[in-house]
């Protein structure tokens, strides 16, 4: 059964400082990964998505990897925000055709101080 | 990305009563969209897989009569929870994909359901 880790729990660093958000999963038979904010109350929003071909992908400030033999992936943030703070969760897709569950990590709280 | 509109938003009903919850994906078809549950700081819990047009499947532990969900059209799915009790009371999420197998996953704003 997959499972998938992400530490730490919980993160607070000082505005302008570049982080990293990491992800662990335990079966590396998957097809995609994908890593998703969600504030407060609110739904999910997708952020970046790695097919397990790739090793990383860039939005803006945002860097995403994936080391699929080893089980992990990294969120990397870049001159953090104010704006940045929330919860981040990954997520994989096993590789089984036709199996489309996502199975998702515990997610990390950031909060970044002004 | 692609917009997926969850409705409503927030509902508060007395216990007894049903709910319906509506995920729409708003510009791309949907064959499967799934149904999540979220209680406070934790993650998701996935309680059922819903396809156009056939019955949905339905997670371990989740009672099939009282959540139900219709996915009538490539566009809507619905999650009614009947006879509502106030342990019912969560966060429900709907998710859906572009019709391609194993595409990005986009999620709807959630429903926070309040049962007095």
């Known amino acids: 059964k997959q499972e998938v880790t992400q530490i730490p729990a919980a993160l607070s660093v000082p505005e302008g400082e570049n982080l990293v958000l990491n992800c662990s999963f335990t079966?590396?038979?998957?097809?995609?990964l994908q890593w998703f904010r969600q504030d407060p109350g609110k739904g999910l929003t997708s952020l970046l998505l790695?097919?397990?071909?790739?090793r990383e992908q860039t939005s803006g400030r945002l860097n995403a990897s994936l080391d699929k033999s080893s089980g992990r992936s990294t969120l990397y943030i870049a001159a953090s925000q104010p704006g940045d703070s929330a919860t981040y969760l990954c997520?994989?897709?096993?590789?089984?055709?036709?199996?489309?569950?996502?199975?998702f990590g515990t997610g990390t709280r950031l909060t970044i101080i002004p | 990305g692609a917009v997926v509109s969850q409705h409503p938003s927030r509902v508060i009903c007395k216990s007894g009563t049903s709910v319906k919850i509506e995920c729409r994906s708003l510009?791309?078809?949907?064959?499967?969209m799934f149904w999540y549950r979220q209680f406070p700081k934790q993650s998701l819990m996935l309680m059922a897989t819903?396809?156009?047009?056939?019955?949905?499947?339905?997670e371990q532990g989740v009672e099939k009569d009282k959540f139900l969900i219709n996915h009538a059209s490539l566009t809507l799915s619905t999650l009614t929870v009947t006879s509502a009790h106030p342990e019912d009371s969560s966060f429900y999420i709907c998710?859906?994909?572009?019709?391609?197998?194993?595409?990005?996953?986009?999620f709807g704003q959630g429903t926070r359901l309040t049962v007095v």
């Open positions: 790695i097919q397990s071909s790739q």
């Open positions: 079966d590396s038979a998957i097809y995609n």
């Open positions: 997520a994989v897709v096993p590789s089984n055709f036709g199996n489309e569950k996502l199975t």
């Open positions: 819903s396809n156009e047009g056939s019955k949905a499947t339905y």
């Open positions: 510009d791309f078809q949907a064959t499967t």
């Open positions: 998710s859906a994909r572009v019709r391609v197998y194993h595409t990005e996953a986009f």
